[in-house]
């Protein structure tokens, strides 16, 4: 694929896996918590953070970072956590200080973490193309 078609297609790809990384999290943790896991159920969780994640994707475009790297990833999980933790709050959902330390720890591992994998198999592919 050419590079000008994998920068084009950057933004869904990213908008899509945060989305889905945002919904797992919140699927999981309903799940966990033994609360419904139907699609009323998750949004109600997931929602806020929907919002954090669109606002960080939205700072990551206007300071022009390609969507897929690392340092975008940092931005995402930070603007995700912070802005859903705040609406969570202001809606009168829990933010329980341990809901507060694995949101920040799971969506970090999500959010980053297949940006980084990204990143891994890229440098991997790169290192074995020099030998």
Not at 58 to 75: D, E, K, M, N
Not at 116 to 122: C, K, M, N
């Amino acid at each position: 694929m050419p590079l000008t078609s994998r920068r084009r297609n950057a933004w869904p790809a990213a908008v899509g896996a945060d989305v889905v990384a945002v919904v797992v999290f919140a699927t999981i943790g309903r799940a966990n918590h033994h609360e419904g896991v139907s699609l009323p159920g998750v949004w109600h969780t997931a929602w806020p953070f929907l919002v954090g994640t669109a606002l960080g994707l939205a700072v990551t475009a206007y300071a022009r970072i390609a969507p897929t790297s690392v340092r975008a990833g940092v931005r995402v999980w930070v603007w995700t956590v912070v802005i859903g933790l705040v609406v969570r709050s202001a809606t009168g959902a829990g933010v329980a200080a341990a809901f507060i330390v694995v949101a920040a720890i799971v969506l970090g591992a999500f959010l980053v973490g297949w940006r980084f994998a990204l990143g891994w198999q890229t440098w991997r592919s790169r290192l074995r193309l020099r030998r």
